[in-house]
């Protein structure tokens, strides 16, 4: 199973950017996915997640309003739309895939930085 994050790097807060995530090696159809973030010093922390249905939605309250996540079942992706970024959004950004809990997933990629300068 290989979960294939890109699309990080360095932004203007009020700026935007598009994270990818490629997944193979599963039936990613039957997966609900997510995206989580660590901040230096913090600890990980869920950021948006979808479940099997592109329509079915959840995000921290942090992010709400900003950031999307949308899914393409067809592809074997999904992204992470975020705009109107803060400089408190920097982080590793990490997605992530579980059968039945997209809040404690079982598969994870690795890491991408997002930093937004001020």
């Known amino acids: 199973v290989q979960l294939q994050a890109s699309g990080g790097g360095l932004v203007q807060a009020g700026g935007s950017l598009r994270l990818s995530c490629a997944v193979s090696?599963?039936?990613?159809?039957?997966?609900?996915m997510g995206w989580f973030r660590q901040a230096p010093g913090k600890e990980r922390e869920f950021v948006a997640g979808?479940?099997?249905?592109?329509?079915?939605?959840m995000y921290a309250d942090s992010v709400k309003g900003r950031f999307t996540i949308p899914r393409d079942n067809a592809k074997n992706m999904v992204y992470l739309q975020m705009n109107s970024l803060k400089p408190e959004d920097t982080a590793v950004y990490y997605c992530?895939?579980?059968?039945?809990?997209?809040?404690?997933?079982?598969?994870w990629g690795q890491g991408t930085q997002v930093t937004v300068s001020s």
């Open positions: 992530a895939a579980d059968r039945t809990n997209v809040a404690a997933p079982y598969y």
């Open positions: 090696g599963l039936a990613f159809s039957n997966y609900h």
């Open positions: 979808v479940r099997l249905r592109p329509g079915f939605t």
